[in-house]
């Protein structure tokens, strides 16, 4: 069965917790956080202060990916304020290896992401030490873009890395996901869909929720 982790940064913040209500109360699995710093990313969004409350209205699992420069020094917030998984993008991080421990050390699983333009062959030295592979399908940065196509043979190449080792990894995709397509990325070998525009722009995000879950 498929993870449904939608990406609050699509959210209304003026409601912000009727937001985490709703998908508290949906069948979302996870809730899925973008940071961004306007550094590794053309755009800036929230950190671990918006975070500890977003925690505070949910015992689901609190996934967070950041877009920054040295996510290492502020790790330890992001543990604080109530991440479950952190995801690193690996084009930020010149000792992945480095980061890898230091998010398993705090205690929670460890995610890295992987922009567009990077191949899936970067991974194969750590993918045995990781929880998560987060797979941009968009450039990072904002919500509300296409589908990159190329994505799809990507996630098979991902699929039969850790398919071949003994990694546990899961295969998530993150961005431009939509009714349409979510059934050939699942096909392909996906594990977690991050869904953003998808839910929050529509009318009845609850149900757009309850649809993804039965692909
Ligand atoms: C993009 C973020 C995504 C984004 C997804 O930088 O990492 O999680 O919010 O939004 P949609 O689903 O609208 O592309
Ligand atoms: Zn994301």
């Given amino acids: 069965m498929s993870i449904i982790a939608?990406?609050?940064?699509?959210?209304n913040f003026l409601r912000l917790e009727e937001d985490c209500k709703m998908l508290h109360e949906s069948e979302a699995d996870w809730f899925h956080l973008d940071v961004m710093d306007g550094r590794f990313v053309p755009n800036i969004s929230f950190g671990p202060m918006i975070i500890e409350f977003i925690r505070k209205t949910t015992n689901k699992l609190c996934d967070v990916h950041l877009m920054i420069l040295e996510p290492e020094k502020y790790a330890?917030?992001?543990?604080?304020?109530?991440?479950?998984?952190l995801t690193v993008h690996i084009e930020a991080c010149p000792h992945l290896h480095r980061n890898i421990q230091q998010i398993k050390t705090l205690g929670m699983q460890a995610g890295v992401a992987l922009n567009p333009h990077t191949p899936v062959s970067l991974l194969?030295?750590?993918?045995?030490d990781i929880d998560l592979v987060?797979?941009?399908?968009?450039?990072?940065?904002?919500?509300?873009?296409?589908?990159?196509?190329?994505?799809?043979?990507k996630i098979r190449e991902l699929r039969s890395m850790i398919d071949s080792t003994a990694s546990n990894a899961k295969i998530e995709?993150?961005?431009?996901?939509?009714?349409?397509n979510a059934k050939s990325i699942l096909?392909?070998?996906?594990?977690?869909l991050v869904a953003g525009n998808t839910v929050f722009k529509s009318a009845d995000p609850k149900n757009i929720i309850s649809l993804l879950k039965k692909l």
């Fill in 187 to 192: 096909d392909a070998g996906a594990d977690v």
């Fill in 76 to 85: 330890e917030a992001f543990k604080k304020a109530g991440a479950d998984i």
């Fill in 6 to 11: 939608p990406s609050l940064l699509s959210a």
């Fill in 124 to 128: 194969k030295d750590v993918i045995a």
């Fill in 173 to 180: 995709i993150d961005g431009g996901v939509t009714l349409e």
């Fill in 134 to 153: 987060c797979m941009m399908s968009v450039n990072p940065g904002f919500g509300g873009q296409s589908f990159i196509l190329n994505t799809i043979q």
